[in-house]
């Protein structure tokens, strides 16, 4: 450990040249990069309800402690007519065991070819959040979801 140096004014600077306060900055930034993690994924679809085709596009993550932030986009076409309930599960990106619904939470925006009424995010399945909505033809979802790391 350095040891501290007195100089003008109470201020007190480690032996190499940086103030006590800068070393505890360096110190705690240094404990945050190691706490923290971020990447990009192409999640696996599964458990289509009404869906045809899923496709999903590169989606960003960052974990920050034990939090993980989820957010991307999928297109994706249903089978049956607008006002069917259509859902798919995603997998995540750090897995962790989901037990109830709110465990993930989120939201999302449905942008259809005949018109969205809703979505919402859940999950009934141990690692993979569940994206549930009503839409009519071909849409683009846009979600965001975060989760606890257990």
Known sequence: MSK???INK???VLENGTNFLSGVFLRWLKDLEKRTETGSYVPAVTNLVNISVATPYSTYWSRVDNVVNVSGR???SII???GIISSFSLSLPVKTSLTTSESLSGSCVLFAGDGGTGCRLGTDTADCSGVFW???G????YYNFSY???
């Open 134 to 136: 009503t839409f009519g």
């Open 80 to 82: 049956n007519g607008s």
């Open 138 to 141: 071909v849409s683009e979802l």
């Open 4 to 6: 501290l140096a007195p």
């Open 10 to 12: 109470g201020i007190q």
């Open 74 to 76: 999928i297109d994706a």
């Open 148 to 150: 606890l790391l257990k």
